[in-house]
């Protein structure tokens, strides 16, 4: 069964940084769009960033010019570098990732980002 592993999250003050990173466990599945959403608590959960396999992407208003998705192929690795972080940036970050060989797109166990002084 693949999983997807992230790692990244935690604890920044307003201004700050974080990278958020998503592997997926097993690397020899064709992937075609990876990315990243988020859910605050009370709220729905949102799409912050998605990537192409080609390498485009597709950003919210909310965090462009801040957030940068990135992509490695030949780790299978999705990347979410965040800086100029605010309090309403606080949420569980989740990875999404699809793939022709699978029935639905996989979904990380999400990371936890506050932002608070």
């Known amino acids: 069964q693949v999983q997807l592993v992230e790692s990244g999250g935690g604890l920044v003050q307003p201004g700050g940084s974080l990278r958020l990173s998503c592997a997926i466990s097993r690397t020899f599945f064709t992937i075609n769009a990876m990315g990243w959403y988020r859910q605050a608590p009370g709220k729905q959960r949102e799409l912050v960033a998605t990537?192409?396999?080609?390498?485009?992407?597709n950003v919210a208003d909310s965090v462009k010019g801040r957030f940068t998705i990135s992509r490695d192929n030949a780790k299978k690795t999705v990347y979410l570098q965040m800086n100029g972080l605010k309090p309403e940036d606080t949420a569980v970050y989740y990875c999404?990732?699809?793939?022709?060989?699978?029935?639905?797109?996989?979904w990380g166990q999400g990371t936890q980002v506050t932002v608070s002084s």
């Open positions: 999404n990732v699809d793939s022709p060989a699978w029935a639905s797109p996989v």
């Open positions: 990537i192409t396999s080609g390498g485009s992407t």
